[in-house]
């Protein structure tokens, strides 16, 4: 079978078809979004109701659905715990009950689209128990607990600076931790002076910042930071989404702005900065205008300007079990005993790195060891193409799957079998060279229809439209 799948997998990416407009099929902008905005396939009925809509908006009401469902806020929570480094362990060691807090603090955030400007200020002016107080976890996820390094992550974060020379680390120089008689309790407060050692802090653009006896000295820079007249703290925000969405930065890499690394586009920068300002920080917003854009509705490169992206570890993973309807669980050793996920636990709502699987880590699951970006290597491997085409583990999956098992009881021959796996695995209804092919196949093989339906799936589980976001192979 395996020799067989290798053929089918090689004449499918050898037959591409181009598409005559610049705009992307509806089928490509159905998958492309769910994956982007969720990190999840649609349901074949979803695929079903989507390309039957004859609505002229069904696009952006799409998007406005999507953005709000808990699926797109648990996955845009995935990416700020990738940047804000929320695990358990080493380094951050956060432990289970900081990082359960933690992550409800960001879901809400997002739940109730908190503009952007106020979300950083609590994040950065926070503090109390790790339990209660759930965004004072930011400064107990540092290693090193100094007022530099807790200044050098958040111009990193916020800022896109790699490198400070400045003296505004004094202003994070009062933050003190302690324990409690609760198991892993620490909480996070302020060493209050009387006298100030610092009358004025100069920043690198020049600005002066005066801290007074008595008072949260972060106040003043986080106030100057999230000011409408910082106009970089934007820009960055703007450029991670911008990154998020399309796996490359106006400004790349996404946290290295540098003066000898410039926007690859500036007057889009500029544009979607204005708008996020005007939209008073709303990332809500500012995601549904560059989910609009003519460049997420493209046909994929080369023939148009969106370039397809390999889905991230958690995703591949999520789509493997969604696809075959046999889900992987998982538990955490911190703290023993060990703690056991539900079941159908997507791979994407974990919330903490230090829990993982052997698929995760072979498709290149971040560590959220640091707050860079680049730490998530979505490249495709050797081992990884070894694994979906010749694992045992993946094709007892495929044979087991209750998805293909319903597949075939409904099918009573080989067009209905290949248009109902196309639907679940591709998002996208099969083409009729497809079935022609299929046909073709079925009546070589001479096999029975059940084993041509494992093949089948398997095969398209192998495909390059399988694997990315959106790199459509249509026949």
């Not at 053929?7 to 598409?19: E, G, M, P, R, T």
């Not at 929320?86 to 951050?92: G, T, V």
Request: proline share 5%; glycine share 4%; with cysteine.
């Amino acid at each position: 079978m395996k020799t067989i799948l290798i053929f089918i997998v090689c004449l499918i990416c050898s037959v591409v078809q181009v598409a005559a407009s610049d705009r992307c099929q509806d089928e490509v902008f159905l998958r492309r979004a769910y994956l982007t905005v969720t990190g999840a396939l649609p349901w074949p009925q979803e695929c079903e109701e989507f390309l039957s809509d004859t609505n002229p908006d069904k696009r952006e009401q799409l998007i406005d659905k999507l953005l709000k469902s808990e699926l797109g806020l648990k996955y845009m929570q995935m990416h700020w715990g990738d940047i804000l480094r929320i695990k358990s362990e080493f380094p951050s060691n956060l432990w289970p009950n900081g990082v359960q807090a933690y992550n409800r603090w960001i879901y809400e955030q997002l739940l109730n689209n908190v503009p952007y400007d106020k979300m950083v200020q609590e994040l950065l002016l926070s503090s109390g128990s790790n339990f209660r107080s759930p965004a004072s976890n930011f400064y107990r996820g540092f290693q090193k607990r100094s007022p530099q390094n807790f200044y050098n992550n958040i111009n990193l974060l916020f800022l896109g600076n790699r490198n400070c020379s400045d003296n505004g680390y004094l202003c994070f120089s009062q933050i003190k931790f302690k324990s409690t008689k609760e198991w892993k309790e620490e909480i996070t407060y302020l060493d209050f002076h009387k006298t100030v050692p610092w009358q004025k802090i100069r920043l690198e653009d020049g600005t002066i910042l005066k801290l007074y006896p008595d008072s949260d000295w972060r106040e003043a820079y986080v106030l100057w930071l999230t000011s409408r007249n910082n106009r970089r703290f934007a820009e960055v925000l703007v450029n991670r989404m911008w990154y998020w969405v399309f796996g490359k930065g106006i400004v790349h890499e996404p946290d290295d702005w540098r003066d000898d690394n410039r926007p690859s586009d500036p007057e889009l920068l500029k544009e979607l900065t204005d708008y996020f300002l005007q939209q008073n920080f709303n990332i809500r917003a500012l995601l549904k205008k560059i989910l609009l854009s003519e460049q997420f509705n493209a046909k994929t490169a080369p023939e148009g300007g969106y370039t397809p992206q390999r889905l991230p570890a958690e995703v591949i993973v999520d789509a493997i079990a969604s696809v075959t309807g046999i889900w992987s669980t998982y538990s955490s050793r911190v703290p023993e005993p060990f703690t056991f996920y539900p079941p159908r636990t997507r791979a994407t709502h974990l919330g903490d790195a230090t829990v993982s699987s052997s698929e995760l880590e072979l498709f290149g699951k971040v560590s959220r060891d640091v707050s860079l970006e680049s730490q998530r290597n979505n490249a495709i491997t050797s081992r990884q193409l070894l694994y979906l085409m010749n694992s045992s583990q993946l094709e007892r999956r495929i044979r087991k799957s209750p998805t293909l098992q319903k597949i075939y009881i409904n099918s009573t021959n080989i067009e209905q079998l290949a248009t109902a796996i196309t639907l679940r695995v591709l998002s996208r209804r099969a083409t009729e060279q497809e079935i022609a092919m299929y046909k073709e196949y079925a009546e070589q093989s001479n096999q029975p229809l059940m084993e041509t339906a494992i093949d089948i799936m398997w095969m398209q589980m192998n495909s390059n439209e399988f694997l990315y976001n959106h790199k459509s192979l249509r026949l």
